[in-house]
């Protein structure tokens, strides 16, 4: 099957692409696929030539060193290229999947994002600092595959993806906490939501209609239902209908990994009031509409 988003386009302009049409921008990334719209790209994963002549070959993208080679160009950008106006750093959630807040090596990655997060505040005292994540972390117990699980149980589906599926497997093996379930037959959609429904583990079971209602999404560009998980589950694609996972598996996606910070820092504008930012794309919006 094709992927449901080999022929889609995105919607909206990106943060890169709204900054372009006001100043000059700057992308600072370490996945390819996170590049669009800035006149200046850096991907930790491919970095220029140049870069790397300046400052060594980035770490292994499953790392957290990678995250410090990141926040050395974005140092340099901020002391010496004065023309870029807007710098968007965008890090690797690697080291929270690996490790929980408490434990050390989660403590010694973030002590030195501290660190350079203040070297950035002192080179660029007259900067806003926009802080946010995408979202939280938790462990998690179990993994269905919705479409073994399906097919065990005496009813086939067309295909099941999770929402977390990208190339990067070591994060979380793919595994999120929502999947997406196209039917073989609209016919079918009652009797799968049921069996489904009927997993442990699994919370909510909507259709199309109504997720993309309630979370404000575009309908055409996930299943005909779609399913969350508890705390404590993932969906993905396995050798069986159900897995235990290892007890050191984080990984997200569910409505449990929905609170993140949203920091704005040396800010000389009025901001909205507090129950403006319910999401975190809300963090910039009254950034270029002043």
Do not use: Q
Request: hydrophobic share 40%.
């Amino acid at each position: 099957m094709n992927s449901p988003y080999s022929r889609c386009k995105f919607s909206k302009p990106s943060i890169s692409v709204t900054a372009k049409r006001n100043v000059s921008s700057d992308l600072v990334v370490e996945k390819e696929i996170s590049i669009r719209g800035a006149e200046i790209s850096i991907a930790a994963e491919d970095p220029p030539v140049d870069y790397v002549n300046r400052f060594g070959a980035p770490p292994d993208i499953y790392s957290k060193e990678i995250n410090f080679w990141l926040w050395k160009v974005a140092l340099d950008i901020l002391k010496y290229r004065s023309d870029i106006r807007f710098l968007y750093i965008h890090t690797t959630d690697y080291p929270m999947h690996m490790w929980s807040p408490e434990e050390r090596e989660s403590m010694e990655h973030l002590a030195v994002l501290d660190s350079l997060l203040d070297e950035a505040r002192h080179i660029a005292r007259d900067a806003v600092f926009l802080i946010t994540a995408d979202h939280g972390l938790n462990y998690k117990k179990r993994c269905w595959d919705l479409t073994k699980a399906c097919k065990k149980r005496g009813v086939e589906i067309k295909y099941s993806l999770s929402v977390e599926k990208d190339r990067y497997v070591k994060h979380h093996r793919t595994f999120g906490g929502t999947a997406w379930v196209w039917l073989k037959s609209p016919k079918d959609e009652s009797r799968v939501a049921n069996i489904i429904g009927e997993l442990e583990g699994v919370e909510i079971v909507m259709t199309r209609r109504e997720a993309a209602r309630r979370f404000n999404l575009m309908a055409e560009r996930i299943g005909e239902l779609v399913v969350l998980g508890d705390r404590d589950t993932v969906f993905g694609e396995l050798s069986t209908d159900m897995e235990i996972l290892e007890h050191t598996y984080r990984s997200h996606g569910s409505l449990y990994e929905l609170d993140v910070p949203l920091i704005i820092y040396n800010h000389s504008w009025e901001l909205p009031p507090s129950e403006f930012f319910t999401n975190n794309l809300h963090l910039t919006r009254s950034l270029f509409n002043r």
